[in-house]
């Protein structure tokens, strides 16, 4: 079976598999917050501390962070079908497992269980959300940052929802009805998208070299994309930590601050397709990114406000900032996953499952790693130095990624080639023909001159044909 796309719109196995694979985003993305509403009360009443239970949640992040890029590396090894459905698998079957908690009456043993099950679990999920992003990039070659976009639509939605499906199931069943159903959820998943993905596990590198992870972070558009990514997790994690406390001082309801919290991601869910659209449009996505990190800054600016400024705090600023930060949170992590690809397919790593693997682990890695460090200083800033002179962390973060940013755009660094020009053969012009990169941005032009003719398709791999792609999903 090939899975082709033409005439600027997705077939039906393109679209079957952006449904099944926005069902992995959105599950995992509840598997993450289904626990909020109830779960540090349960732990409470088992006698942990918040310290404790501070950690069950964090130690998802670390587990993700240290495992996506060992995931992504094997990939290719593993099949991306088969990491995907035993990843689903896994971490339904944790999510169950986590809701029989209930019944361990020891303090020790709880928290001991809830750390191994919360470890296992973001395995499973790390595997899952790995596999998807990477088939992302295979089966919708043209339009990568518009799907990958619309899929962290799936992922913003799950992440919003998650506590409120959590907090009902919880008040009609208690703690264990929540997990169940949740980890039925993805069990079906599971077997749904065993049966309608088409198979990719016999997909391989075709005769290239392994990819390894050390030589791609040689790249330096790979290293300030991870920083980027990072960044754009702390100033996320830093609000879901510290916005609740900042938000006392004008005595909202409890409905009232969940809406607050559900401004930004759901801003980050309506701009995320339309930044991708941007990026497939040939706009440099580090130009976006550009822009991204200086709608943070004044995000922080509004919400805090910024220490120094002889300004009081609102409820109107903060809801404009919070709408300001999901915009231009989407504005980083959308154009760094698109253009960390760009970036190694234009280093010579081949335009296959392989190098797909490796970007969708590094993404998930450091987005995982700025998830984790982001609460985690932020909490600690909040009870030293308080809320306006700790939005200084973020902000101060940001700023690095504009000044990097711009000016890796100002010296104009760009997606160099690293094919060598082979000598032409006058018999067959078709031979010795030097190939664009078509998806490269524009304003970028490439090292070394295109001898192809125009009715020749130009650039190299998925990332830069004009023929359909075909793929061994075949």
């Not at 540090?40 to 992040?61: C, D, M, N, Q, R």
């Not at 976006?288 to 943070?296: D, E, M, N, R, W």
């Not at 664009?436 to 192809?452: G, T, Y």
Request: one cysteine or more; hydrophobic letters at 50%; aromatic letters at 12%.
């Amino acid at each position: 079976m090939s899975v082709k796309k033409s005439g600027g719109s997705f077939n039906r196995e393109q679209w079957t598999i952006l449904g099944v694979i926005g069902s992995v985003h959105f599950g995992c993305a509840i598997c993450i917050s289904l626990q909020a509403p109830f779960y540090p009360a349960e732990a409470e009443h088992k006698g942990a501390s918040a310290t404790e239970y501070g950690l069950v949640f964090g130690i998802f992040e670390l587990v993700s962070f240290l495992s996506s890029p060992m995931l992504g590396k094997y990939l290719d090894l593993i099949g991306p079908k088969f990491m995907l459905n035993s990843g689903i698998f896994i971490a339904s079957s944790c999510s169950i497992l986590f809701g029989l908690l209930d019944l361990v009456p020891k303090h020790v043993d709880f928290i001991a269980l809830s750390f191994t099950i919360r470890i296992i679990e973001a395995l499973g999920a790390s595997a899952a959300t790995t596999a998807a992003f990477a088939i992302t990039a295979a089966v919708f070659p043209e339009s990568v940052a518009t799907t990958f976009a619309t899929l962290e639509v799936f992922y913003g939605l799950g992440y919003i929802v998650g506590p409120m499906i959590g907090g009902i199931l919880f008040s009609l069943g208690g703690y264990i009805l929540p997990f169940v159903i949740m980890g039925a959820f993805l069990m079906v998943d599971a077997v749904i998208i065993y049966f309608i993905l088409p198979p990719i596990d016999k997909e391989r590198n075709n005769g290239h070299s392994e990819v390894k992870f050390s030589s791609v972070f040689k790249i330096p558009d790979v290293v300030l994309d991870s920083f980027c990514i990072a960044a754009a997790a702390i100033s996320m994690g830093f609000y879901s930590a510290t916005l609740e406390p900042h938000l006392r001082q004008f005595n909202l309801s409890s409905i009232s601050t969940g809406v607050m919290f559900v401004i930004s991601g759901t801003l980050y869910a309506v701009s995320a397709p339309l930044v991708g659209r941007l990026c497939d449009w040939n706009i440099y996505p580090k130009k976006v990114i550009v822009a991204g990190s200086l709608s943070i800054v004044f995000s922080y600016f509004l919400v805090g406000p910024l220490p120094g400024l002889p300004l009081p705090t609102t409820l109107l600023m903060c809801v404009l900032g919070l709408i300001i930060h999901g915009i231009g949170t989407a504005s980083i992590l959308v154009p760094c996953f698109i253009d960390v690809i760009r970036a190694a397919v234009s280093y010579g790593f081949p335009d296959d499952m392989a190098t797909y693997g490796l970007v969708s682990g590094l993404w998930a890695s450091f987005f995982s790693l700025g998830a984790f460090v982001g609460p985690s200083v932020a909490g600690v800033l909040y009870d030293t130095v308080g809320f306006r002179n700790g939005t200084l962390f973020p902000v101060g973060v940001h700023v690095l990624v504009f000044l990097a940013v711009a000016m890796f755009v100002w010296l104009g660094k760009g997606y160099p080639s690293r094919i060598q020009e082979p000598r032409p053969d006058p018999e067959n012009p078709k031979v010795g023909c030097i190939q664009r990169v078509r998806n490269l941005p524009q304003d970028i032009p490439p090292l070394l001159p295109s001898k192809c003719s125009d009715a020749m398709p130009t650039g190299y791999g998925s990332f830069g044909s004009h023929s359909h792609f075909i793929t061994a999903i075949s």
